[in-house]
């Protein structure tokens, strides 16, 4: 998924969330819930977040198969940390 990917390569990176939402100029609550899955960003977007990261469009959107056929990879570790539970404020 884009959310999944979006945050491998940003951890893979070695970049915050604050400066990746800085470098593509938006608010970081905006940009988390890129992260999250609740929001996915349009295509001027999108090109701006896999030009900050050198990646190809396709690389966010998960098309591997596609760029494996055209022989292209990218060097990004998938393996990145679980995400921590979203907390429950008691009522």
């Given at each position: 998924?884009?959310?999944?990917?979006?945050?491998?390569?940003?951890?893979?990176?070695?970049?915050?969330?604050?400066?990746?939402?800085?470098?593509?100029?938006?608010?970081?609550?905006?940009?988390?819930?890129?992260?999250?899955?609740?929001?996915?960003?349009?295509?001027?977007?999108?090109?701006?977040?896999?030009?900050?990261?050198?990646v190809?469009?396709?690389?966010?959107?998960?098309?591997?198969?596609?760029?494996?056929?055209?022989?292209?990879?990218?060097d990004v570790?998938?393996?990145?940390?679980?995400?921590?539970?979203?907390?429950?404020?008691?009522?």
């Amino acid at each position: 998924m884009f959310n999944d990917r979006l945050r491998s390569t940003r951890i893979s990176r070695g970049v915050t969330q604050q400066k990746t939402a800085d470098a593509v100029g938006m608010a970081l609550r905006h940009y988390q819930k890129y992260e999250s899955g609740e929001i996915e960003p349009d295509l001027r977007r999108l090109v701006t977040l896999a030009d900050f990261f050198n990646v190809p469009t396709d690389f966010l959107l998960c098309r591997d198969d596609y760029l494996k056929a055209l022989g292209v990879s990218v060097d990004v570790s998938l393996e990145c940390p679980p995400r921590r539970p979203k907390s429950r404020k008691h009522q």
